[in-house]
């Protein structure tokens, strides 16, 4: 089914949403989603409320998380979409966020659902090591975490800036994790991030230009979301990426509103569009995500998704512990270890 069957399907299921909105109303999004996946959304979401100007900043979780709390006084946007949901329990917990209950709540899992109906999953994310699939054979590639501290990829690790990004947070965040559960102790962690340091080339500002550099391979490796390598493999990137054996940290990536928004009937429409069957099939089958909901019948999904979840080893990882301790060892790698190697 084409993306436009799917623009003409959203009208009818949410057309009854849109008498909450006016002409030349603006609906701001904060999100980390890249622009295919939002000009998707907002040219469905715009196509059910004439009139409305869905407008959307682009920029890592962390940013979004930094922006909304630096605008506590005067918030410039409705909608945070999209993020670990550690980040917004964060903001839930900082009184950032505004409770709202979508008619599909229920649909997630409850470990998806924030307190106080302050926040809902709509996506799990899993994190993987990617690769060049030109320079480097499937079978040569890491085939978990620790083989990208092998010597031969020295100079060949290319990271995401961590301190901006919620997907390298949780990937360190995860390893601290292991060391804890392992040694009792976070020793054992830093050094592995220490070791990881040895082997970056450089620490790169956004995704896209991760991808690109990835692409002329000035490095070979990293470590990264599945989703986003899926959308770019579609774009002719000659990337690919493998599930560590050890096992594959899943996120929740979230919706909100944000607390004092200026617009929150559209806020609450747009968050109905984006949990709603035909917004998550839109988002599975153009914006390779996948699903939070438990309740989407199997012959609906993309073949890439089943596929994915007869692969996929989750981890076992307690995420209040990591967002317990995400700042402290995101703040020690910044000052301690960043560039050391």
């Known amino acids: 089914m084409n993306r436009r069957v799917f623009l003409l399907l959203s009208i009818g299921a949410l057309s009854w949403l849109a008498g909450c909105a006016e002409p030349g109303d603006v609906l701001t999004i904060y999100t980390p989603h890249g622009r295919d996946q939002l000009d998707i959304f907002k040219e469905?979401?715009?196509?059910?409320?004439?009139?409305?100007?869905?407008?959307?900043?682009?920029?890592?979780s962390q940013e979004v998380l930094d922006r909304v709390r630096s605008e506590r006084a005067n918030p410039q946007a409705d909608v945070w979409y999209?993020?670990?949901?550690?980040?917004?329990?964060?903001?839930?917990?900082?009184?950032?966020?505004?409770?709202?209950?979508?008619?599909?709540?229920?649909?997630?899992?409850?470990?998806?659902?924030?307190?106080?109906?302050?926040?809902?999953?709509?996506?799990?994310?899993?994190?993987?090591?990617?690769?060049?699939?030109?320079?480097?054979?499937?079978?040569?590639?890491?085939?978990?975490?620790?083989?990208?501290?092998?010597?031969?990829?020295?100079?060949?690790?290319?990271?995401?800036?961590?301190?901006?990004?919620?997907?390298?947070?949780?990937?360190?965040?995860?390893?601290?994790?292991?060391?804890?559960?392992?040694?009792?102790?976070?020793?054992?962690?830093?050094?592995?991030?220490?070791?990881?340091d040895a082997q970056t080339k450089e620490y790169v500002l956004n995704p896209t230009i991760l991808y690109q550099k990835l692409a002329r391979q000035e490095g070979l490796v990293t470590l990264w979301n599945l989703p986003d390598v899926l959308r770019v493999q579609a774009q002719d990137f000659p990337l690919d990426y493998i599930f560590p054996e050890s096992g594959?940290?899943?996120?929740?990536?979230?919706?909100?509103?944000?607390?004092?928004?200026?617009?929150p009937g559209l806020a609450h429409a747009f968050i109905e569009y984006v949990g709603s069957v035909e917004g998550q099939l839109l988002a599975a089958r153009h914006a390779y995500r996948n699903l939070a909901r438990t309740d989407i019948p199997g012959d609906s999904l993309p073949e890439w998704l089943i596929r994915v979840a007869d692969e996929l080893l989750p981890m076992d990882l307690d995420w209040d512990v990591l967002e317990a301790r995400r700042r402290e060892w995101m703040r020690h790698w910044d000052a301690h270890i960043r560039g050391g190697g």
């Open 44 to 60: 469905a979401f715009e196509a059910t409320h004439p009139g409305v100007d869905l407008q959307w900043v682009d920029m890592g």
């Open 82 to 196: 999209g993020g670990p949901g550690a980040f917004f329990a964060r903001a839930a917990a900082e009184g950032l966020l505004e409770p709202y209950r979508p008619s599909w709540a229920d649909s997630v899992p409850p470990d998806a659902r924030g307190p106080d109906d302050l926040y809902f999953g709509v996506y799990l994310t899993p994190l993987v090591i990617t690769f060049n699939s030109e320079a480097v054979a499937r079978d040569e590639a890491p085939t978990d975490w620790d083989d990208v501290l092998d010597p031969r990829w020295k100079g060949q690790v290319l990271i995401r800036d961590p301190v901006a990004s919620g997907t390298m947070n949780a990937i360190f965040g995860m390893i601290m994790y292991r060391s804890l559960q392992e040694t009792g102790d976070t020793a054992a962690g830093y050094d592995w991030l220490r070791r990881l």
């Open 248 to 263: 594959t940290p899943v996120l929740v990536d979230a919706i909100a509103v944000i607390s004092g928004a200026k617009n």
